[in-house]
């Protein structure tokens, strides 16, 4: 009965574009060049390539095999799972409800930008000051949120199959060849300053992927480490009940083994041609000074780099944003259908009743995050260093408090109580053999717990407290 109403994915296909468009967010094209570039080129690369195939790995497996073997969302399936532990999805549900206050804002910012490409408007998108000038503005922002958040909502509304494995499958694989296509230019680029000094797109590619071992320290690899971990989460879209609302969605006869890798790859070339799309382009404009904007790379470094690049860079850029809009977008609606999943077995409710109440309440959440750049501004300092308005602080709390504290539980729950089998005989239901399930198993019980609670205590600033005092 429950299954009627709820829905699923085709097979194997829409359910991998699905979960990878999930997972190929924001997260994908800008944080991860970003921290490339931050930290190390190649050995952060090295690091999140050593990480994705093992913790990143056992995080998917737990999530989907979760959500397929109990076909449910996160707040009913961790109680189904062990009683006693619906405080576990009841906790994970409000990564997403977070989330969701702010996705659809930055969204808008990208739609904006795409606007102001097809307008032709480079040069205004380049000058400085643009990005905080829109984004302080009292209504551009709130009103290209809330049509970042109808599309959003317009998807989750037809459904699973013909809403959000449908448009997956159109978008995700346009993405891919838009992202290669870009990147391949960015590789061709050369320019040559006032000083007389020619950068090629060749030598940004070495600098991206050439490790930098220089002045590295036992402390500093550590917080690569660290900073890879998070990304790893935040990019493939774990531990906040997202992958096991999608799993509920899969069919029995999926191979889960091959969908695990097949997300999993996905998800890091694409973050793998970002870097080798935006660090060559912004090396070749702006040397190796341009890289350390940190989250303001692509709002505002790289309209300065599109400008840079004459009569193309109005295409190019446009592209740009597209694909980036694109990206958000699968990712978004990711996010409020795990919300609508929830309440929908909450309050056994209708899909399109779920949909159009929470788009109402998001359109809200979207409006005063907006605010947060202007009326209701201020300056709040975070555990963590930084210092954050409202959508930061949706962000500090969903991504670096619970997000590790929900992976620790998690793995606890199914390590220690339910011990890995639970999830093994999942992922071998289908009869395929799960090659990794020695490693997940060491994982699980062993290397996860010990690396989140690190992570947990880095992550909201005890760590530097117990290591200083
Ligand atoms: N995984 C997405 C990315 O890489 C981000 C995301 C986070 C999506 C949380 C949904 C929920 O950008």
């Known amino acids: 009965m429950k299954k009627e109403s709820k829905g699923g994915f085709s097979g194997q296909l829409g359910f991998v574009l699905a979960a990878a468009g999930s997972a190929v967010g924001v997260g994908n094209i ?17 690091i999140y390539l050593v990480l994705v195939f093992t913790f990143g790995f056992t995080l998917l497996t737990s999530d989907i095999a979760t959500g397929r073997k109990t076909q449910q969302s996160s707040i009913k399936a961790y109680d189904t799972m062990r009683h006693g532990w619906g405080f576990l999805g009841i906790f994970t549900f409000f990564v997403p409800v977070l989330i969701m206050t702010y996705y659809a804002v930055i969204g808008g910012w990208v739609t904006k930008y795409i606007v102001a490409f097809a307008q032709g408007s480079t040069a205004d998108a380049a000058a400085d000051g643009y990005f905080t000038g829109f984004i302080t503005a009292p209504y551009a922002p709130i009103v290209f949120a809330l049509i970042f958040l109808f599309f959003t909502a317009f998807i989750v509304y037809r459904g699973v199959e013909k809403g959000i494995e449908q448009c997956s499958k159109v978008i995700m694989p346009i993405l891919l060849v838009m992202i290669i296509v870009i990147s391949i230019y960015s590789l061709t680029l050369h320019h040559t300053d006032e000083s007389g000094l020619t950068r090629t797109g060749i030598q940004g590619l070495a600098v991206y992927f050439i490790p930098n071992v220089q002045g590295l320290t036992v402390s500093r690899f550590f917080q ?3 900073d890879a971990m998070s990304q790893l989460f935040f990019s493939l879209s774990v531990s906040m009940g997202i992958m096991i609302t999608y799993g509920s969605y899969v069919k029995k006869d999926v191979n889960l083994n091959k969908a695990v890798s097949q997300i999993e790859i996905f998800d890091t070339v694409v973050a793998l041609l970002a870097g080798m799309m935006i660090i060559p382009a912004v090396f070749v404009f702006s040397g190796t000074e341009g890289m350390g904007q940190g989250p303001g790379l692509i709002f505002v470094s790289l309209p300065k780099v599109f400008d840079a690049m004459g009569a193309a860079g109005r295409f190019i850029g446009l592209a740009f944003f597209i694909m980036v809009a694109f990206a958000a977008l699968t990712s978004c609606v990711s996010v409020l259908e795990t919300i609508t999943a929830n309440c929908m077995e909450l309050f056994h409710s209708s899909r399109k009743k779920t949909t159009l109440i929470l788009s109402v309440i998001y359109a809200v959440a979207s409006i005063l995050i907006c605010m947060g750049y202007n009326k209701l501004y201020f300056e709040l300092p975070l ?3 930084s210092v954050g308005q ?12 619970m997000m590790p504290a929900i992976s620790f539980l998690a793995c606890i729950l199914i390590g220690w109580i339910l011990k890995p089998k639970w999830i093994i005989s999942e992922m071998e239901s289908t009869g395929h053999r799960f090659s990794r399930k020695k490693l997940y198993s060491v994982m699980v019980r062993y290397v996860m717990p010990v690396m989140m609670f690190l992570l947990f205590l880095e992550s909201t600033g005890l760590l530097g407290r117990l290591l200083t005092k």
């Open 30 to 46: 800008w944080r991860f060049p970003y921290l490339a570039a931050k930290d190390g080129g190649g050995l952060f690369i090295i």
């Open 224 to 226: 690569i480490l660290l």
């Open 383 to 385: 555990p963590n260093g």
């Open 390 to 401: 409202l959508l930061d602080i949706m962000d500090y709390i969903s991504n670096s408090v």
